[in-house]
């Protein structure tokens, strides 16, 4: 979960840095910021499988 955090954090850096007039991550651009937010919904998709599957199928005691 830390990860996605993470990863959600910096696309909203680059999201930000596309609305001001002086960027602070002048080598990242709209890919980069696609990307980051793929991660994101991937990162957060996987952990809802891994959560459902859990639950469908208990450790056995």
């Keep these: 979960m830390i ?3 993470e990863i959600a954090k910096k696309a ?3 999201g930000n840095d596309e609305t001001h007039v002086v960027r602070k991550w ?7 910021l696609k990307e980051l937010i ?3 919904v991937i990162s957060i998709k996987r ?3 891994i959560k459902s599957y859990n ?3 208990p450790n056995k005691k």
Excluded at 26 to 32: M, V, W
Aim: charged letters at 50%.
């Design 3 to 5: 990860q996605t955090k």
């Design 12 to 14: 909203a850096w680059l």
């Design 26 to 32: 002048k080598e990242k651009d709209l890919q980069d």
């Design 38 to 40: 793929e991660m994101t």
């Design 47 to 49: 952990r809802e499988k």
């Design 55 to 57: 639950q469908d199928m």
